[in-house]
Antibody, heavy 119, light 113 residues
Framework: QVHLQQSGPGLVQPSQTLSLTCAISGDSVSSYNAAWNWIRQSPSRGLEWLGRAWYRSNWNKEYAVSVRSRISIDPDTTKNQVSLYLHSVTPEDTAVYYC?????????WGQGTLVTVSS | DIVMTQSPDSLAVSLGERATINCKSSQNVLYTSNNKYYLSWYQQKAGQPPKLLLYWASTRESGVPDRFSGSGSGTDFTLTINSLQAEDVAVYYCQQYFSTPWTFGQGTKVEIK
């Protein structure tokens, strides 16, 4: 059974970097059958896909246009986890952030982390 | 980007009755090479992440009760909940995985009448 456990701070100051980690159990971050995604949810934006990382002989990454200039999704094969970094955050980045595995579609989700951007 | 539009935004259904949720995609989500619709449905209860119910528009995820069914063609899809149970109170989302950015509908809230 796949389990995704998220960790990271719930409060980030404006202009700083949001950093979350998703620890994977029951699967490998290097799996050829999966991609590891970050999705956020807010009342104003609904469910918004942010980006993904996947391994197919080498690492691939893809990001949503809305955050492309300030996002990074980084896998860590030694810890079997994937991290999200979102730089230069503003209050509009306040949301619940989820990591999710995509095989066919999003079949496993982390528990969610409410991140508030405020001073 | 493919825009997913759900209707209605909310509905109230009596216990044991049928709930029907519609989802329309702004573009085709049918992959002709395998004749599959790249469309999934999720259920989200308060304080929880979304839970996958259906994929390929009509294939139930393992463990999902058979009162949940999906149908559709072209750009119009439907989630049907037969014999609504109290535990089905939730927000339901459709989502396309035909092309990135993967996109979701705005959600439909299902309540008990």
């Amino acid at each position: 059974q796949v389990h995704l456990q998220q960790s990271g701070p719930g409060l980030v100051q404006p202009s700083q970097t949001l950093s979350l980690t998703c620890a994977i159990s029951g699967d490998s971050v290097s799996s050829y059958n999966a991609a590891w995604n970050w999705i956020r949810q807010s009342p104003s934006r609904g469910l918004e896909w942010l980006g993904r990382a996947w391994y197919r002989s080498n690492w691939n990454k893809e990001y949503a246009v809305s955050v492309r200039s300030r996002i990074s999704i980084d896998p860590d094969t030694t810890k079997n986890q994937v991290s999200l970094y979102l730089h230069s955050v503003t209050p509009e980045d306040t949301a619940v952030y989820y990591c999710a595995r995509k095989s066919i579609t999003f079949d496993y989700w982390g528990q969610g982390t409410l991140v508030t951007v405020s001073s | 980007d493919i825009v997913m539009t759900q209707s209605p935004d909310s509905l109230a259904v009596s216990l044991g009755e049928r709930a029907t949720i519609n989802c329309k995609s702004s573009q085709n989500v049918l992959y002709t090479s395998n004749n599959k619709y790249y469309l999934s449905w999720y259920q989200q209860k308060a304080g929880q992440p979304p839970k996958l119910l259906l994929y390929w528009a009509s294939t139930r995820e393992s463990g999902v009760p058979d009162r949940f069914s999906g149908s559709g063609s072209g750009t119009d899809f439907t989630l049907t909940i037969n014999s609504l149970q109290a535990e089905d109170v939730a927000v339901y989302y459709c989502q396309q995985y035909f092309s990135t950015p993967w996109t979701f509908g705005q959600g439909t809230k299902v309540e008990i009448k």
